[in-house]
């Protein structure tokens, strides 16, 4: 059975490692991960064809929703409508553009405990917190970067071992790095609970051959590659 568990953590490793380059995007392995990805992306209903046009109401006046679009260093006001035309369904996904688009009503559950939790941790905040309105996309866009970063930091870690023979102050530190995101897992867990939310608030449960999803030993793809590479 598929979750959105799985898409979070397909989505990981391919934005973390087989995204970075064009050379690693151009490779059998990736391109086949992305096809995986699509399959899981539709399967639970996360498509940018599913994108609606925003409208804002200011003064019974409706006015095009603008969003911030940040390129480097810098931000910029954009409409929406043509921003989500500059995306794939994959960035649309990583962005959280796919919740703005989705019913408040399917989110309701997962708003009310993330307000209840935020009451408890900020009891000096509550008015605001009664006032102000969640931004779920905004959110999951924070959380799904901060485990993106996590997974670099491991990766890129692991990933270089491979090239390397043993050494006494490598294997060292890379011992003790990888005791410290092990140290993680149980906070961690909390981190993926609410991004798996935010993902699937129903919390289903896919079969394979429901979605077509294209099974591979990526065990021996990667290792042809990894050979073609050095």
């Known amino acids: 059975m598929i979750t959105a568990r799985d898409l979070l953590y397909q989505a990981l490793d391919y934005d ?7 050379s690693r995007i151009a490779s059998r392995p990736s391109q086949l991960r992305k096809l995986q990805l699509e399959k899981l992306l539709v399967g639970f209903g996360i498509s940018k064809v599913n994108a609606k046009s925003h409208h804002a109401q200011v003064n019974n006046e409706h006015t095009i929703q603008m969003v911030d679009v940040v390129s480097g260093h810098h931000s910029k006001s954009m409409n929406r409508t043509e921003y989500i035309k500059t995306l794939n369904n994959f960035k649309y996904f990583s962005t959280g ?4 688009d989705a019913s408040k ?18 009891p000096e905040q509550l ?5 102000q309105p969640v931004n779920l996309t905004a959110l999951f866009r924070d959380l799904y970067h901060f485990r993106l970063s996590i997974y670099h930091m491991a990766k890129y870690d692991f990933s270089k071992k491979r090239m390397k023979l043993f050494s ?29 939310l935010l993902i699937d608030p129903e919390k289903r449960s896919l079969e394979e051959n429901e979605i077509d999803y294209p099974n591979h030993n990526f065990e021996i793809i990667d290792k042809e590659w990894e050979n073609k590479s050095r």
């Open 127 to 131: 008015e605001k917190i009664n006032e």
């Open 105 to 122: 009503e399917k989110y309701q559950g997962v708003i009310d405990g993330i307000i209840s939790t935020a009451k408890s941790i900020f």
């Open 97 to 100: 553009e796919f919740i703005a």
């Open 168 to 196: 006494i102050e490598d294997d060292y530190a890379l011992y003790l790095r990888t005791r410290f995101i092990e140290s993680m897992d149980a906070n961690l867990s909390e981190v993926d609970e609410i991004v798996c």
């Open 16 to 22: 973390g490692f087989w995204n970075t380059s064009k």
